[in-house]
């Protein structure tokens, strides 16, 4: 997750849309006054080697709280800090209103059934699951925050959703936007593009059981977005 003010923007960290290869690229745009979350070691070590800003701000400073929570943050029970799928809700508590309403908010959502299947074969795939249905029925989705991740209280509260299957268009937008002198590019080094062994469409690999279920449980991402099977 990134809250830039040298150029007033929030990027909210979706899961299973290229959201750390794109965290790396929109780092090249901050510095030590904004805030970056954590990524892995790996995801970390390309950034670093890109030279674009690390981790930064992420976890607040004391005189952020209030009396009630003192205790809490000396007991080391709760720290007020940025993470890495961080929702808007809270991310507009800990930013407050007059930030987080007047920065350029976005976010990349994908399609439900590509998704589904991304994230199949990155929680173990065909070694730990007999098929993409059994893992749907042990709660295998329920990982995604989607939806309750880019609303409050049921209401969209970023101002762009792009899609994942148009990540460099969407990048380009979010360039014109901020008025950049160029565009934002991804990185070459994909990060985590290695777990997805069948690359078949999903219209190939799924069940019509299989759809279904994703249909209900991502219901309102498809419905938001208008993907179709």
């Known amino acids: ?59 607040l400073p004391i005189t952020s709280y209030g009396l009630g929570e003192i205790t809490q943050y000396f007991n080391k029970t709760k720290r007020k800090a940025y993470y890495n799928h961080i929702s808007c809700r809270e991310v507009k508590e ?20 590509d998704k589904a299947i991304s994230l199949f074969f990155h929680q173990g795939g065909y070694q730990k ?3 993409i249905e059994e893992f749907i029925q042990h709660g295998g989705l329920k990982i995604i925050n989607g939806f309750d991740q880019y609303t409050i209280d049921k209401i969209v509260a970023v101002d762009d959703i ?47 059981e299989e759809k279904k279920l994703i249909d209900v449980i991502w219901a309102r991402e498809r419905e938001l977005i208008g993907y179709t099977f």
Not at 94 to 112: A, H, Q, T, V, W
Not at 172 to 197: C, G, H, N, W, Y
């Open 1 to 59: 997750m990134i809250i830039n003010h040298t150029y007033k923007f929030i990027f909210i960290k979706t899961q299973k849309t290229a959201s750390t290869s794109i965290e790396i690229a929109l780092s090249s745009l901050c510095d030590e006054n904004d805030i970056v979350t954590v990524i892995s070691p790996k995801d970390e070590a390309i950034r670093q080697k890109l030279g674009y800003q690390g981790p930064t701000n992420d976890v």
């Open 94 to 113: 800990l930013i407050g209103d007059e930030i987080y309403d007047s920065y350029y908010k976005f976010c990349f959502e994908r399609n439900p059934y």
């Open 129 to 131: 699951w007999k098929s």
């Open 162 to 208: 792009f899609k994942f299957e148009n990540i460099q268009e969407g990048l380009d937008m979010v360039s014109e936007k901020l008025k950049l002198d160029a565009p934002i590019q991804m990185p070459e080094t994909k990060s985590k593009s290695k777990f997805r062994k069948d690359k078949r469409p999903y219209s190939e690999v799924l069940t019509s």
